[in-house]
């Protein structure tokens, strides 16, 4: 079993900046991809971004691409997502997942996951 839990959500105002983490724990030597998606009412839950657990490989959605950044930190067995230009319609509820399945670039799909965070709001005033 492995363990997720985001912090770091929270109110901004358009144009700022926010930073996600997701401690992992648990049987960590079993992943092969944490990602991040978001879920806003009456919305799919979308794709994000999503990082390799054992590489630096990066797969990022199109929106996020240039603005949101991800990474492991080792020292902390944890994975960030860093949030920059933010829009108001980035508001959403925040989840990192976990799957052990597939690598980053063919985990766009939630279904590739097998362990999820609770979530953090994120809220982007204009």
């Known amino acids: 079993q492995v363990q997720l839990v985001e912090s770091g959500g929270g109110l901004v105002q358009a144009g700022g900046s926010l930073r996600l983490s997701c401690a992992v724990s648990g049987l960590t030597f079993t992943l092969n991809t944490v990602g991040w998606f978001r879920q806003s009412p009456g919305k799919e839950r979308e794709f994000v971004a999503a990082?390799?657990?054992?590489?630096?490989?990066?797969y990022y959605a199109d929106d996020a691409k240039g603005r949101f950044t991800t990474s492991r930190e080792n020292a902390k067995n944890a994975v960030d997502l860093q949030m920059r230009s933010l829009k108001p319609e980035d508001t959403a509820v925040y989840y990192c997942?976990?799957?052990?399945?597939?690598?980053?670039?063919?985990?766009?799909?939630?279904?590739?996951?097998?362990?999820w965070g609770q979530g953090t709001q994120v809220t982007v005033s204009s």
């Open positions: 990082t390799s657990w054992r590489t630096i490989s990066t």
């Open positions: 997942a976990a799957g052990s399945r597939y690598s980053a670039p063919n985990s766009v799909n939630p279904a590739a996951y097998d362990y």
